[in-house]
């Protein structure tokens, strides 16, 4: 099983890593929020709101909190993509980062852009496991056959 600082990685990731998929029910997640206490909220995006404010030299708090806002009641892609987009500034050479911009701009039906932040992805990271990770990742079906050619 991989280590707790790893969660941000795994879970950023749509649990794929080089583990295969995160097991539904590890307890990692709720280890993870206990650690933070005062940090939760009841809309879900305080925990990502407080590690970003803790450390925001740290990419996994921009991850974290972008994940969080695509995922809560009135939240959603484009709020996603706001809070991720300065972070690529911040953290060129972190692939998550790009790769989560691709993600949002591929649903968004922006299909160029996503290019552009796959490609960055993949010059920021390991070639081959971005493509095994794209094509499992439903969120970038649309260029699936393109990944194929990567």
């Given amino acids: 099983m991989p280590p ?13 890593s080089r ?3 995160l097991p539904k029910n590890t307890g990692i997640i709720p280890r993870c929020f206990r650690r933070v206490g005062r ?6 995006s305080g925990t990502s709101r407080c590690s970003l404010a803790r450390s925001p ?5 921009w991850l974290h909190r972008a ?16 809070a991720l987009l300065p972070a690529a500034k911040k953290f060129p ?19 160029d852009i996503a290019r ?11 070639k081959d496991g971005i493509k095994k990770m794209a094509l499992a990742d439903e969120d970038l079906q649309p260029l699936w056959p393109e990944i194929e050619d990567f």
């Fill in 4 to 16: 707790l600082a790893g969660l941000g990685w795994i879970v950023s990731w749509r649990r794929v």
């Fill in 19 to 21: 583990w295969g998929r």
């Fill in 39 to 44: 940090c939760r909220s009841t809309n879900g």
């Fill in 57 to 61: 030299e740290d990419a996994t708090g």
């Fill in 67 to 82: 994940y969080a806002l695509r995922r809560i009641n009135g939240g959603g892609l484009v709020q996603a993509w706001e």
């Fill in 93 to 111: 050479q972190e692939p998550v980062i790009a790769y989560n911009l691709s993600c949002y701009a591929c649903q968004m039906q922006q299909l």
């Fill in 116 to 126: 552009h932040w796959l490609q960055r992805a993949v010059m920021a990271g390991q």
